[in-house]
C-alpha cells in the first residue's frame, strides 16, 4: 500500500511542476481569448489571440505553423532544439502577443466588440 501511494505522490508532483508554467501563466495573463480581426483592403476577417497561449504549451512549434506562420514555426522549432526546451517553456507567455501584434501591423484591425477590442489593446499595448 505504501509503495502505490508513493507512486500516486511522485505522478502528481511530476504533474504539477510539469503544468506549472501554464498554472502560472494563466494565473497571470488570463485565459487564451480569441479576437476577431479583419484585414483593412480585403475585408477578411480572421482571430488573433491574446492571454497565455495554452496551445503553444501543449503544441509547441505546431501553432506558427497552423496558423500560417510556417517560417517562424520552423524557427521556434530550431531555437528549441538550441535551447534544450528552455524556448518551449518561455514562448507560451510572449507568441500570442507576437502574433497579433505581427497581423495588426500587416494591415489588419480590431473588429470584435468594444469590449474584446479594448481588452485586445491593454493586452498587445496599443494606446486607445
Known sequence: MGIMFLGLLNTAVILFFGCLPMILGIAYMGWQKKIKIEHQESGIEKNCFVGYAWTYFFFGFFVP????????????????????????????????????????????KLADTEENNNLAKVKIGIAG
Open 65 to 108: 505553423i497552423f496558423r500560417g506562420e510556417i517560417l517562424i514555426g520552423f524557427l521556434h522549432l530550431i531555437l528549441s532544439i538550441l535551447t534544450f526546451g528552455v524556448f518551449q517553456i518561455v514562448m507560451p507567455f510572449l507568441y500570442n502577443k507576437h502574433y497579433s501584434t505581427r497581423l495588426l501591423t500587416d494591415g489588419w
